[in-house]
């Protein structure tokens, strides 16, 4: 079972941590690319709390809800929820429900009787920001880099749940509460480690994760029927008397994108026009000659090949695989 497992991404190389100099600058995280994939049972919240604090330790260590797609490839991939249709890449990640979940309470005001430095006392008042359903459940809080050095309460919240809930449903239930639903992206990391302090600088929290300990043992998730989704609007089209402009409109904002997007933006605007395009053909508004060869043009000009690729290999490869994924969920985390 996944439920009750966690994926650790271990970086080769960059540091997934972040920097903090003794004036106070916050260096960001590395960029990294290619990982290796662990996956560790967990069996409640004491074993979370367990390896979030060996964690804490690991500079090159951070954690991502999706499961491991193939356990053959592992080693040094890339954090994908697709194929890659640019390099063929197959996808290393996949959606699952999990029995834990991280909640990032970012830029909150701390109440003017809560102690900044005592975790507890910031995870009481956090709580209060949250459905009614996690106040009362045993937590784990984990300060984050930018605690007790930037504004307000920064802290990730830890919780182990009544019944495995994915991301769409906890995008459903935490929808106008102050947390950063980024995370709950398969593929989104969701930093473990400790920040390092450069220099003189010192970390001004007596301990960055601490437990506290409710009436509940864990939070009770509604029913699945209540976190369902609503249904996605697909964008409006055109009455067949102007659909012919309307594509045209279309098609050349789209083409406009790409031809004007910089330089390492590139592959991800023609990904994006591309499934833009795919659905205009799909409802019998453009011809795919047109569209493909319209795409070429605005990847050419844009200077595609100064990037060392060839533009029409790359439009047909992402036009074939936005119609390969017609319809589903954009909102994903690509891992690139």
Request: contains cysteine; aromatic residues 6%.
């Amino acid at each position: 079972m996944t439920a009750d497992a966690i994926t650790i991404v271990r970086s080769r190389g960059p540091i997934l941590a972040k920097r903090i100099a003794g004036d106070g600058r916050i260096f960001d995280y590395d960029q990294v690319k290619t990982v290796d994939l662990f996956t560790v049972r967990l069996g409640g919240l004491a074993g979370l709390e367990e390896l979030l604090r060996r964690l804490q330790r690991r500079l090159d260590c951070a954690v991502v809800r999706g499961a491991i797609a193939d356990p053959a490839r592992i080693s040094g991939v890339r954090r994908l929820l697709y194929d890659d249709p640019e390099t063929g890449a197959e996808r290393t990640l996949r959606e699952t429900p999990r029995a834990w979940v991280a909640l990032d309470v970012d830029k909150l005001a701390c109440p003017p009787d809560c102690d900044l430095y005592d975790l507890q006392e910031g995870a009481k008042a956090a709580v209060t920001a949250l459905p009614a359903a996690f106040r009362g459940a045993s937590l784990i809080v984990q300060a984050t880099a930018s605690h007790g050095i930037a504004a307000g309460l920064r802290l990730r919240l830890w919780f182990w749940l009544s019944r495995p809930i994915a991301g769409r449903e906890l995008k459903v239930w935490l929808r106008g509460s102050p947390v950063d639903a980024s995370v709950f992206r398969p593929a989104q990391l969701i930093y473990t480690a400790a920040p390092r302090f450069l220099g003189r600088a010192a970390d001004p929290l007596p301990s960055r994760i601490a437990v506290l300990f409710g009436p509940a043992e864990m939070v009770a998730v509604p029913p699945a029927e209540k976190l369902t989704p609503p249904p996605r609007r697909p964008r409006p089209l055109p009455d067949p008397v102007h659909a012919s402009g309307y594509a045209l409109t279309e098609l050349t904002r789209l083409a406009t994108r790409v031809l004007t997007a910089s330089r390492g933006t590139r592959h991800a605007t023609i990904v994006l026009a591309a499934r833009r395009f795919a659905e205009l053909e799909a409802a019998g508004l453009a011809g795919s000659d047109d569209i493909e060869k319209l795409l070429i043009e605005a990847a050419t000009s844009a200077g595609l090949k100064d990037d060392g690729r060839d533009p029409e290999t790359e439009v047909h490869a992402a036009l074939a695989w936005a119609r390969a994924h017609l319809g589903e969920d954009r909102d994903v985390g690509s891992g690139r």
